[in-house]
């Protein structure tokens, strides 16, 4: 599949068909305040193809930024466990088994 196909799913994005004039609302390195942040929940809650977002975060281990509604902090050692949890939080959303159960699958205890 051609990289222009894999992102067709893109621009049924609510974030792309109205806000892609200002994508830094979305990237930002620093957990949106109030009003923001629920607004950008909103958004996430009513686009059609959040579960593929969430899916696509995971896989590519993305930077910091707002993905499905969750906020996905830097991957640096202070957020080690809040990006754990964003990133079990957007493994449910996508339907993906949780990271937990792939070490398990894996034979290791954790
Ligand atoms: S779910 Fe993902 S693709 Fe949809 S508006 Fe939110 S960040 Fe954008």
Known sequence: MSEAAEMEWQKRAVCYLETSDAPEMWTSDRR????????LQR?????PVRARC?????????????????????????????RAAAMEELRVIAGLPSARDDVVHLGVSA
């Open 32 to 39: 949106p305040h109030g009003l923001l942040r629920k607004e």
């Open 43 to 47: 958004m996430c809650a009513r686009c």
């Open 54 to 82: 969430a899916g696509e975060a995971v896989f590519r281990d993305e930077e910091s930024g707002t993905y499905a509604g969750v906020y996905l902090p830097q991957n640096i050692a202070a957020n080690v466990g809040r």
